[in-house]
């Protein structure tokens, strides 16, 4: 057998190991661009646009902390496959600036990763489907299981709660959950 058989097959399997990964993150970054297309479009015609054919969800906001200079789509829904491409809006939960809790939920090493930098007294604005857009102020931030958040979604007040793995460097996952929460300040239209 020739010697470089064995150095061939090694570089063709790094060579296609490069070109997998390299592959989800082109389409991680289209997919943002058709999320942010498709959130455009819901608000311009009042109807929810998926943002490929064979999608089961479509963005329902547009979540921003300017300080930060970031911005994420948020999809409806929670499942595995809408947080996969986005933050998702937890089935049940009120919607921006209505009575209520709205809650988000993503991943901690993508669409969530600024939550690490938030700090207390940060503004983030959310942008509903409809166009509507409500300033919020973060105003607390705790550690929870997953099993026991303490977001008592009965309440008069508008107020607005972003969750996530924790801890956010981990590399598995666990029980607790990283809860940042904040309260109506402003509705613009």
Do not use: N
């Amino acid at each position: 057998m020739p010697r470089f058989l064995i150095p061939l097959a090694i570089a063709l399997v790094g060579i296609a190991l490069f070109g997998h990964g390299a592959l989800i993150h082109a389409k991680a970054i289209v997919a943002q661009v058709l999320l942010d297309r498709a959130f455009s479009q819901t608000i311009a015609t009042g109807h929810p646009v998926k943002p490929w054919s064979w999608a089961d969800t479509a963005p329902v906001a547009r979540i921003e902390i300017k300080r930060l200079g970031v911005s994420t789509i948020a999809l409806d829904g929670s499942s595995g496959q809408a947080l996969a491409f986005g933050a998702g809006h937890v089935e049940g939960s009120a919607e921006p600036g209505q009575p209520g809790i709205a809650v988000y939920s993503a991943h901690r090493d993508t669409h969530f990763r600024f939550l690490r930098d938030v700090r207390i007294g940060d503004e983030i604005d959310v942008v509903r489907r409809d166009g509507k857009a409500f300033r919020y102020r973060a105003d607390a931030a705790q550690v929870v299981r997953y099993d026991a958040s303490g977001i008592d979604p009965v309440t008069q007040d508008s107020e607005l709660v972003l969750s996530t793995c924790w801890p956010f460097d981990a590399l598995i996952p666990g029980p607790e959950r990283y809860v940042l929460h904040a309260t109506l300040i402003r509705a613009e239209s």
